[in-house]
């Protein structure tokens, strides 16, 4: 190569490497100026705004003030009313050469640190450091990565009949203008409210949405998964002590979307899953606890109508976000309900002592072509409702759930203060066999070795129990 060509590459590199400081920093600024706008208008509990930015040619500052309406907490008449507010200090370098994070290449990279003041009335925590600190980088292909942290921290005594206590938190996540994945840990977590108490052990949560940033900051419905896991957790009163205790709960979320090719609508859907290796309530232990959900079906147009009102009524009279939701109904009801929406229980299962369960349920609408005069119309249900759930029980689970339940009807009704203990549980006994019986005569229960099954069903006005069928009017009117 000529040296004029070395010169000319040199002078090419030179411009490019002075130029895009400045571009980069327009960019960064624009950006962050629309997002924090969004931020504000669209979560009603904050508020949100640039107090200053200065834009430099290879870096920018700004101040970020945020607000939090203490009345949307729900933190007791006690408590002092209003904002609080906080300052967040941003600092980004802009690319190509970074230096504030080590020597690299990139497009940019930043700082996000909060230092707590105007939050130190209802939050302590060791003022060596930080309340948060964000830290991350943009790389030239436009891909950030980014880590967050927050101290241990803990209520004042400001904040009313709620207290808490959170360990060190921990993240750190990834955007590529398309899906944000992220991932974070706490060790301890503990929440009061009056008397009851809930503490956490060894959390860890993750998510990955499949959204662009606007559409996260908004909460509007988007594709992605996520995922929490406990270690433990338990539920105490002060008055009866531990309620509830759970090992190894893990709590799952899936979002998707379709396409109705027919409608030429589009469908979100969501399933919600839960498990535990065991959960105890009030001394009542069940392993291997499953309990699944699924929303499949909703009009998407419908949806972004729906959180947008609720987004619009948050805080807003009840009555009034009544009214806001009929009228939401009347001008989306028919497209929402010529979607077939569905609810379903996909799985709820557990083993007990005395034997396993195992369940399922899926209700849903079909066949609307048009909405009726009144939504309290009964045969319109009779018509469009969709039922269809079965289960299946150990015989001793049952003779022993049924035992407890007339149990505890008795004590209740003051039926058993003439009655020995063992008096008591002879007559329970006794009751709960019969009634187990009687379902089985009436067809609501029928007997497969071991278990107890129950299916049932309702379609096209009709009701079906373990395969005997009968109008649905008819059934409700025998209720």
Request: negative net charge; proline residues 2%; charged residues 15%.
């Amino acid at each position: 190569m000529s040296k004029k060509g070395i010169v000319i590459g040199v002078v090419v590199v030179a411009a490019a490497l002075s130029i895009t400081p400045y571009v980069i920093g327009s960019q960064t600024e624009s950006a962050i100026q629309d997002q924090v706008a969004l931020f504000d208008s669209s979560q009603p509990m904050y508020q949100a705004r640039v107090v200053s930015y200065d834009r430099g040619w290879l870096s920018s500052n700004a101040v970020i003030e945020v607000g939090i309406d203490l009345d949307d907490l729900g933190l007791g008449d006690e408590v002092e009313t209003g904002v609080a507010t906080s300052s967040f200090q941003l600092s980004v370098q802009h690319g190509p050469i970074l230096t504030d994070q080590g020597l690299s290449l990139g497009l940019a990279s930043w700082q996000l640190s909060n230092d707590g003041r105007g939050l130190e009335d209802y939050v302590q925590w060791d003022k060596e450091q930080l309340l948060y600190l964000q830290q991350g980088s943009v790389s030239l292909a436009g891909n950030a990565t980014y880590s967050d942290a927050i101290p241990q921290l803990s209520n004042t005594a400001n904040t009313g009949e709620v207290s808490f206590t959170l360990a060190e938190y921990v993240g750190h996540g990834s955007y590529d203008g398309e899906t944000l994945i992220y991932d974070g840990l706490f060790s301890d977590f503990v929440l009061s409210v009056e008397s009851l108490m809930v503490e956490m052990r060894n959390a860890k949560l993750s998510m990955v949405a499949s959204a662009d940033i606007a559409t996260i900051l908004k909460g509007d419905f988007y594709t992605g998964t996520g995922q929490l896991l406990l270690d433990s957790a338990t539920v105490t009163t002060a008055e009866a002590g531990e309620v509830a205790a759970v090992d190894e709960l893990s709590m799952d979320y899936i979002t998707s979307l379709s396409e109705d090719t027919s409608t030429n609508t589009t469908l979100a859907h969501m399933n919600i899953n839960y498990g535990a290796n065991s959960l105890r309530i009030n001394g009542v232990e069940v392993a291997n606890l499953r309990f699944d959900t699924a929303i499949n079906n909703l009009d998407k147009t419908f949806l972004d109508a729906y959180l947008e009102q609720i987004r619009a009524g948050f805080g807003e009279d009840p009555e009034q976000m009544t009214i806001m939701l009929s009228e939401l109904f009347e001008s989306h009801g028919l497209a929402f309900l010529q979607a077939q929406p569905e609810l379903a229980v996909t799985e709820f299962s557990g083993i007990l002592p005395q034997g396993a369960f195992n369940a399922n349920a899926a209700m849903s609408v079909a066949g609307v072509t048009a909405l009726p005069d009144s939504m309290e119309d009964d045969a319109f249900w009779r018509q469009h409702l969709r039922v269809d759930s079965d289960a299946t029980i150990a015989k001793p689970l049952l003779q022993w759930a049924t035992t407890s339940y007339v149990h505890m009807s008795l004590v209740n009704a003051g039926q058993a203060n003439e009655l020995t203990a063992e008096q008591l549980d002879q007559i329970a006994a006794q009751q709960a066999a019969m009634m187990i019986q009687a379902f089985i005569q009436q067809g609501v229960l029928r007997e497969e070795d071991d278990t107890y099954i129950f299916d049932f069903a309702i379609a096209d006005g009709m009701m079906t129990i373990n395969g005997q069928s009968m109008p649905l009017n008819q059934a409700m009117g025998a209720m």
